[in-house]
Nanobody
């Protein structure tokens, strides 16, 4: 059972960059499909980016394509989300999630506690 811990959030000006990390303190990030979600105040949680277990498939929300990049770091056992050209609408609580390879696509089994990203305009 994975345990996920996010870090890297903070306050940044519009146009700036942040790099979020999700550490698997239990389990290996190489064993799961991984994703980053976010939830803005008053809005539903949405998936921002995902990466398959094999690393061969990545998906991004239309709103972040070309600005965000998801990657695995096997040496650190993390899944990172590099965010460029941040906008005020990127503000939210960012969650890391892991899905067992046997779990249906779209459902995630393990979640972190979240890290806050605030973009000031």
């Amino acid at each position: 059972q994975a345990q996920l811990v996010e870090s890297g959030g903070g306050l940044v000006q519009a146009g700036g960059s942040l790099r979020l990390s999700c550490l698997a303190s239990r389990g290996s990030v190489g064993s799961y499909h991984m994703a980053w979600f976010r939830q803005a105040p008053g809005k539903e949680r949405e998936m921002v980016a995902s990466i398959s277990w094999s690393g061969r498939k990545e998906n991004y929300a239309d709103s972040v394509k070309g600005r965000f990049s998801i990657s695995r770091d096997y040496s650190r056992n993390t899944v990172d989300l590099q965010m460029y050209d941040l906008r005020s609408e990127d503000t939210g609580l960012y969650y890391c999630a892991a899905r067992e390879t046997t779990t249906p696509e779209g459902e995630y089994d393990y979640w972190g506690q979240g890290t806050q990203v605030t973009v000031s305009s």
